[in-house]
């Protein structure tokens, strides 16, 4: 969503005419994104504020996809997560059944899993117990490895920047559950109940939004609203399938191959 469909608090142009070519041509989606600071239902309420309506099941977050992903390898009831953060992780993650606890202890049981997604407000100490913790054994995972996020004043730290941080002083890699990991597609697709073939994702990002789409083997728009250039496209060796200005573009070339 963040630099396809807006800027931070401001919806890119053709926002709305996009969403009525979906809904009047009955093409069904998903809004899949690596953004993990807000949930479900705070999506949903920022849509509405740009005159869209969308269904908790047409929104997809790498918060909601970790939590999921985790919950098909552990027993949520005897896990405990140590979360950097902010309430769209947390949430799924308790919904889920995980025991969230808050800081590192000596002498204590540590985390099993240290999950880490964008915390606006991450501090010293999070990132502190966050390495404790894995160093004494718990699984790193991240919702998503993006350096930047999109923002109506230009792209800022993201949670890449962080895990940074992390693999730095802990010498561990995260396992990645958002994009350009297939992972968060293929749920997309199970939810789609659509084939892989009969599917396109469309992003602003070659190596998240576009790779991911290679990875999981469907075709891709990129369009030029966000993160990468066409100038980028060339210093990859993987490509989109189509690249669009925008999503203007996009409404435009649905219509023409619906009609």
């Not at 926002?15 to 993990?36: E, S």
């Not at 309506?53 to 992903?69: D, K």
């Not at 027993?75 to 995980?98: C, H, M, N, W, Y």
């Not at 390495?131 to 004494?136: P, S």
Request: proline share 5%; net charge neutral; charged share 20%.
């Amino acid at each position: 969503m963040d630099g396809v469909l807006w800027e931070g608090s401001r919806a890119l142009p053709g926002l709305k005419d996009f969403f009525k070519c979906l809904r009047k041509n009955n093409l069904p989606f998903i809004l899949a994104t690596n953004n993990a600071s807000l949930t479900q239902k705070q999506y949903i309420s920022k849509l509405e504020t740009m005159g869209v309506t969308v269904s908790p099941h047409e929104i997809l977050t790498s918060s909601m996809a970790t939590a999921q992903y985790l919950s098909e390898q552990t027993a949520p009831g005897s896990t405990r997560v140590f979360v950097i953060g902010e309430q769209g992780l947390r949430d799924p993650l308790i919904e889920k059944g995980f025991t969230l606890i808050d800081s590192y202890q000596i002498n204590k049981h540590p985390a099993d899993f240290v999950v880490c997604g964008l915390d606006r407000s991450v501090t010293w100490d999070k990132l502190a117990d966050a390495t404790l913790h894995i160093r004494a054994g718990a699984k790193f995972i991240a919702t998503n490895a993006d350096t930047t996020l999109p923002t109506e004043r230009g792209p800022v730290l993201g949670n890449g920047a962080i895990l940074s941080a992390l693999q730095s002083a802990t010498e561990v890699s995260p396992l990645i559950i958002g994009k350009p990991e297939p992972i968060m597609y293929q749920q997309a697709i199970k939810r789609l109940k659509t084939d892989p073939e009969k599917t396109i994702a469309i992003g602003d990002r070659l190596n998240t939004d576009i790779l991911g789409a290679v990875n999981t083997g469907i075709r891709s728009i990129m369009v030029l609203t966000g993160i990468s250039s066409e100038e980028h496209i060339k210093s990859v060796d993987y490509q989109p399938t189509w690249v669009m200005s925008d999503i203007q573009a996009v409404t435009k070339a649905l219509d023409i191959c619906i009609k």
